[in-house]
């Protein structure tokens, strides 16, 4: 543990500032949100339940500053058995919640392993790559391969297609910043992706058997037109876009979007909350938001290319990987251009897992960029 209280010198501001607005926009658009999912009554009870996460999250940011993240390094192994073992055991004592069994409750709480997951993985695959000499042919893909798909095998069992994704691009992102030929790298991202895409047509066409449910083939379809099934597998994304449009460039006001308040719009407190954003603060707050994510990655790549070790880089990339994709994603969906996966927005969704991940995410970045350099007297 390494509490110098000079390395406070190095923390980088500007993302702790960009982190809190971010949290700030979430807390207030949630109020809003979640009186169009639950009526004005319970709203409240979201928003504390939402800033509860805000307040564990905070605590777990400072926790992992105390320590130097090298020794993550060290306990890669009990971190990855961790892993392992959460997201073994949602398979065995799991909550089904829409379609995928991703949840354990304990007592009043419920926990997303699937989420939390993300954090050790990019902690546990950073040291493996990081101790490798060579990373060059396909062959020396064999570890890292392994340490990805076991966790990666998991989480599709239950199914989420969506925090599968996550850990591919967290891995690929990780994998190019290390060195490994960008050629074989979309020729290894290209073959499952095209394997993927037969599978499913294979299945939609004579029936061949699949891992994902119905609604996840029809999500994943959908957006190629959206408005062919407005009434049922087109509904949120039709839904989404009318929201979207409607709040033109200032927006009709915060509690004000009709598409929000009269329960329209599915599933508005979590993973549609930018279409919430875009009717109710209009194209101006829309654009707040996307500009707030860009500081955000570019200050985490920022750490990435100062950092004082490769283990420490590939930390900082992972993250920048993992938030990068809930962005595109989440906002894409949105928009229907991009398939309905259930990826929150980071920060600003409703959900306590996914507000405490990200926060630990954070903490990691800003751990690798307050140990860039020495501290000098």
């Not at 039709?238 to 200032?250: M, P, R, V």
């Not at 994603?329 to 991940?357: A, C, D, K, Q, R």
């Not at 903490?363 to 140990?371: A, E, F, H, P, Y």
Request: charge should be neutral; aromatic fraction near 10%.
């Amino acid at each position: 543990m390494n509490i110098d209280l000079r390395l406070l010198r190095n923390l980088d501001k500007v993302l702790v500032l960009v982190i809190m607005a971010l949290i700030g926009v979430g807390l207030l658009v949630i109020s809003s949100a979640a009186r169009g999912y639950i009526g004005q009554e319970g709203a409240s009870g979201f928003v504390l339940k939402q800033a509860l996460s805000v307040v564990l999250g905070s605590i777990a940011l400072l926790v992992i500053l105390l320590f130097d993240y090298t020794e993550f390094g060290r306990m890669a192994n009990l971190i990855y058995g961790v892993n392992l073992a959460l997201l073994a055991a949602v398979l065995v004592m799991g909550k089904v919640t829409n379609g995928a069994q991703s949840w354990i409750g304990i007592g009043p709480l419920h926990i997303e392993p699937g989420e939390y997951g993300k954090v050790m993985l990019i902690l546990t695959l950073a040291h493996v790559i990081s101790r490798m000499e060579r990373l060059e042919s396909i062959w020396d893909l064999f570890w890292p391969g392994v340490h990805v798909l076991v966790p990666l095998a998991l989480i599709m069992g239950q199914p989420d297609l969506g925090t599968g994704l996550v850990y591919v691009c967290m891995t690929a992102a990780m994998l190019f910043v290390a060195g490994f030929p960008v050629w074989k790298l979309l020729l290894l991202g290209g073959l499952p992706v095209a394997g993927v895409v037969g599978w499913v047509v294979a299945h939609v066409q004579w029936g061949v058997w699949i891992i994902l449910d119905d609604y996840q083939i029809k999500r994943l379809t959908n957006f190629i037109n959206p408005m062919a099934d407005v009434s049922d597998s087109g509904y949120q994304v039709f839904q989404s876009i009318i929201s979207i449009g409607s709040g033109g460039l200032w927006g009709k006001g915060l509690y004000r979007g009709t598409q929000n308040q009269l329960g329209f719009l599915p599933e508005q407190h979590t993973d549609f909350i930018y279409s919430v954003v875009a009717e109710e603060l209009g194209f101006i707050g829309g654009v707040v938001i996307i500009v707030l994510f860009t500081l955000l990655i570019w200050r985490i790549l920022t750490a990435a290319g100062q950092s004082k070790d490769r283990y420490g880089m590939l930390i900082a990339t992972g993250v920048a990987a993992m938030i990068s994709f809930h962005v595109l994603e989440n906002i894409g969906m949105t928009m229907g251009v991009m398939p309905v996966t259930g990826i929150p927005l980071p920060f600003v969704s409703y959900g306590g897992s996914s507000l405490i991940t990200n926060l630990m995410a954070m903490g990691l970045v800003l751990n690798v960029g307050m140990r860039r350099k020495p501290i000098m007297f």
